[in-house]
């Protein structure tokens, strides 16, 4: 291909961004990046009716935070303008009347109540898909069996008319996937699909063609779902002369539920606890909220590392990726063509990957904001040891802080039921020596001395320090778990820990 390279993601602003459509947006992006073309956003208004508000500007927002925001679209326009089909309504009527013209498609005036008749009929006949297809047609009102006089007469009434395709009867339609190869359907099974409605606007299939011929795409990557289309619009090609830059396809595979059975949907999400959607979407209709992925914490780079991974794979054992490595490695011939089943526990995985390899500095940001809304200022001497300690312990950033408050805020209340099991006598002993040892204590207190100096004061009291060691964790820390609690003293330092002790030692009960 001598063709500069581009692609399109073309949604549709019907409500939130589903996760199939980002990863068709992000296959689209990274071919486009690998291959040194461009990618394009079309939005697909053409059904009015489906409209809502607020969900084009979602999508914009979705494409920014994952760092994918294309180089032509209805906020940054091209030379291949407009970016919104309903501001592209004017130009698609003529298109359609060049079918009809050329003998490829026709007027039909069948009313809702004629064709609903016609698929009682057909139902009757047991027709097991009753449709308006070359047979059909012929016994209908539409300008292949009305006569020229007649239908030039409705025409100057204003009488309501679509323009359906005139599919062939029996001719086979190929199409070379570059997923699936080829893909051979008879005309046969294919319906007259309306090309124009009523209302003047042009259904998907006829304003996709037009678009994708104007906007100069190379290569339509989308989901499996448009495959079955993918004969027509062949034909349509073909019908407008177009076969020469017909794009090449590729048709991605579905995303299915956890257990492998069916497409995911957003109630599966709803189900089974986790976001389908890359923001948080509230309906402007309902009311209803749907959460997701970015306000659950999860972060964009590792959330397209994720994507990427559903239906693709580099070839090797490589799983972690930055945007520009998937650039580098991603090829469409590696997209399997079988349905993949999503993992919420590897999109945690990838983000507690991310989170290790995060810069302290950017780890320390998130803490500091989510003390800080919980009325805490972490002290900035403390911050990189804090984050250092419990940053491998955790899957989104909020809950670096959740792990950590307990060593900016010391605890006031204890873990009853490790309490009641191990706050014993030869406990008390232990922590009772060691909190008079650390306030004799001079030297540098780091992980190294504090476990030094508290084996020896349990040796010194003839008790083993394994018997004791949940005790003293509980209080210095409140509960009986937690990250390395000997780093946790060094960041403490002697006095905190010791002071730590004493209101535990004024508090608890011992057990017998």
Not at 352 to 368: C, D, G, N, R, V
Request: net charge negative; proline share 5%.
């Amino acid at each position: 291909m001598n063709r500069e390279v581009r692609v399109r993601f073309a949604p549709s602003p019907t409500g939130a961004l589903h996760i199939g459509g980002v990863r068709t947006a992000l296959y689209n992006y990274l071919f486009a990046k690998k291959m040194g073309g461009k990618f394009l956003l079309r939005i697909e208004d053409t059904d009015q009716n489906r409209f809502v508000p607020g969900a084009e500007d979602y999508i914009k927002e979705s494409l920014e935070w994952l760092g994918i925001a294309p180089e032509e679209s209805p906020w940054n326009p091209g030379d291949c303008g407009p970016y919104r089909q309903s501001e592209r309504k004017s130009m698609y009527m003529q298109y359609a009347l060049d079918l009809v013209d050329k003998g490829h498609a026709y007027y039909a005036f069948d009313t809702s109540e004629e064709l609903e008749a016609m698929r009682e009929r057909l139902t009757a006949a047991r027709v097991v898909q009753p449709q308006y297809n070359s047979i059909t047609r012929t016994q209908m009102k539409n300008s292949l069996t009305l006569s020229e006089d007649e239908v030039k007469s409705r025409l100057e009434s204003g009488d309501p008319y679509v323009i359906r395709i005139k599919i062939p009867r029996n001719e086979d339609v190929r199409l070379n996937d570059m997923i699936r190869g080829w893909v051979m359907v008879n005309s046969s099974t294919l319906d007259d699909k309306v090309l124009m409605k009523s209302d003047g606007m042009p259904t998907y299939h006829l304003a996709n063609i037009v678009d994708d011929h104007l906007m100069k795409i190379t290569h339509v990557i989308r989901g499996e779902e448009w495959l079955p289309s993918a004969p027509l619009h062949v034909l349509l090609y073909r019908y407008f002369g177009w076969e020469d830059t017909m794009p090449q396809f590729a048709h991605l595979p579905l995303l299915l539920k956890p257990d492998g059975n069916g497409k995911l949907s957003k109630r599966d999400g709803d189900k089974l606890g986790f976001p389908v959607f890359p923001l948080d979407w509230t309906d402007p209709f309902s009311g209803e909220k749907s959460s997701g992925f970015r306000e659950q914490g999860y972060l964009p780079d590792a959330f397209l590392n994720f994507l990427a991974f559903l239906g693709w794979n580099p070839g090797d054992e490589r799983e972690l990726f930055t945007l520009e490595e998937l650039v580098e490695a991603f090829t469409v011939e590696r997209i399997g063509k079988s349905g993949t089943k999503f993992d919420i526990a590897k999109a945690k995985w990838y983000n507690e990957q991310y989170l290790k390899i995060k810069p302290t500095s950017e780890l320390a940001a998130f803490l500091i904001a989510d003390a800080k809304k919980d009325g805490v200022n972490v002290p900035s001497d403390k911050i990189d040891s804090i984050v250092n300690l419990v940053k491998d312990r955790v899957t989104f950033p909020a809950e670096l802080w959740k792990e950590s408050r307990f060593i900016v805020v010391a605890p006031d209340s204890f873990d009853e039921e490790i309490a009641s099991k191990k706050w014993n006598g030869d406990a008390v002993k232990v922590l009772g020596a060691y909190a008079v040892a650390l306030d004799s204590y001079s030297g540098e207190f780091d992980a190294v001395s504090a476990k030094s100096l508290l084996e020896s004061t349990a040796e010194a009291e003839g008790i083993k320090l394994g018997k004791v060691m949940q005790a003293v964790r509980l209080a210095v820390t409140g509960s009986g778990a937690g990250p390395d609690l000997m780093v946790v003293f060094a960041i403490l330092g002697s006095t905190e820990v010791a002071k730590r002790i004493r209101f535990a030692l004024s508090t608890l009960t011992v057990v017998a």
